[in-house]
């Protein structure tokens, strides 16, 4: 189902849409209300959902039909919009599973992979049965009661953990870092497949629930702790043992740019056992084969479990490749990562507020 309220733009998407015969649209409305009655009706494998529209918009009708209906939502967004950005976002902490921009005009150049990358989320979006809801990290967890880090892994001096989040990663990304505690020392890079665009939107967004100083990385800029250094739009990001940022438009790994597997690799080679590697909820299997070789050098590493992943594909090829040390859910990984950050001495925090620096480099 499509909810646009530009009819050009809902006739556009739809055009779009049925150019793939395994693909058919049962439904074009133009208000997020219409579209919240339609699913009381007929329930669609899947919804494209605009943000700004009148009697009732995306962010409310997203809510609404997380609470009572749930479908697998795709945000449609002007990304370079900042109200759109943060509205976006907020549909994505009700349920919304990924997020595209809006779609561009036949006659730009990159149309061909506007369209590609519209028909791909919608099928892999209509393989998701359940959507997940995750729990509150403030509440107690319904987990069983985790295991803390055993002694020989604890006394290690971890410098940096390095994340890499594919579909379904935002709000457990934004779970991880609102869930750590103010002086948490560790830096945190961190590699999320997001639609370009959205990266200035979703780091504003993290800031705002997070402790932790989350920024875009920049090339040559060196790591610090208490910061959270997130990937830029079509660059890898790399770390150096001198603790340095690189980034570069190499060509696209796993079919990406950024990469979670260049991510992944550089840290492995740079810090070795100083290091822990978290693999959160994504399709396919960026990362997993770097993640092993994270472990193979001595990081300690997690992924996210199934019960908890929207998409299972990133973690489950990590798993089988033997990758993993610990299967977790986000608030387990809150857990763990704090447990480490209070045995760690990478950094303290002063009583001034300031953070004492340390070298990052291996």
């Not at 989350?214 to 079509?234: Q, T």
Request: proline share 5%; glycine share 8%.
């Amino acid at each position: 189902m499509i909810v646009e309220d530009s009819q050009v733009a809902r006739d556009y998407i739809q055009f779009i849409l049925e150019s793939d015969q395994g693909i058919q649209v049962i439904g074009a409305v133009e208000n997020g209300l219409k579209a919240v009655e339609f699913v009381k009706r007929q329930i669609p494998d899947v919804i494209i959902m605009d943000i700004h529209m009148p009697e009732m918009d995306g962010f409310e009708a997203t809510r609404c039909i997380m609470e009572t209906n749930p479908v697998p939502i795709i945000i449609v967004s002007a990304s370079y919009k900042l109200n759109d950005a943060n509205k976006t976002f907020k549909a994505i902490e009700h349920g919304a599973v990924a997020l595209i921009p809006k779609p561009v005009s036949p006659s730009r150049p990159d149309y061909e992979y506007t369209e590609k990358n519209i028909l791909q989320t919608v099928k892999t979006m209509s393989e998701v049965k359940m959507v997940k809801r995750f729990p509150n990290l403030q509440k107690k967890a319904k987990t069983t009661k985790i295991k803390k880090i055993e002694e020989g892994i604890a006394k290690r001096n971890i410098k940096i953990i390095a994340i890499g989040a594919s579909t379904g990663g935002p709000l457990v990304v934004k779970q991880i870092l609102s869930g750590l505690p103010a002086n948490f020392s560790i830096p945190i890079i961190i590699v999320q497949h997001i639609a370009t665009g959205f990266t200035v939107g979703f780091v504003e967004w993290l800031n705002k629930s997070s402790s932790l100083n989350v920024k875009i990385a920049s090339s040559g800029e060196m790591i610090r702790s208490g910061h959270c250094y997130v990937a830029p739009d079509s660059y890898h990001l790399k770390v150096g043992q001198n603790g340095m940022i690189v980034l570069n438009d190499d060509p696209p790994v796993n079919f990406l740019r950024p990469s979670i597997s260049c991510l992944f690799d550089s840290v492995a080679d740079a810090y070795g056992e100083n290091a822990v590697g978290v693999l959160l909820t994504g399709m396919g299997a960026d990362g997993a084969s770097e993640l092993r070789k994270m472990k193979d050098k001595g990081a300690l590493t997690f992924v996210q479990n199934r019960e908890s992943s929207v998409i299972f594909s990133m973690p489950g090829e990590a798993i089988k490749l033997g990758a993993a040390d610990y299967v977790l859910s986000p608030f387990e990984i809150v857990q763990m990562l704090s447990d480490i950050a209070e045995r760690s001495d990478f950094g303290r925090l002063q009583p001034d507020g300031a953070w004492e620096n340390k070298s990052v480099g291996n």
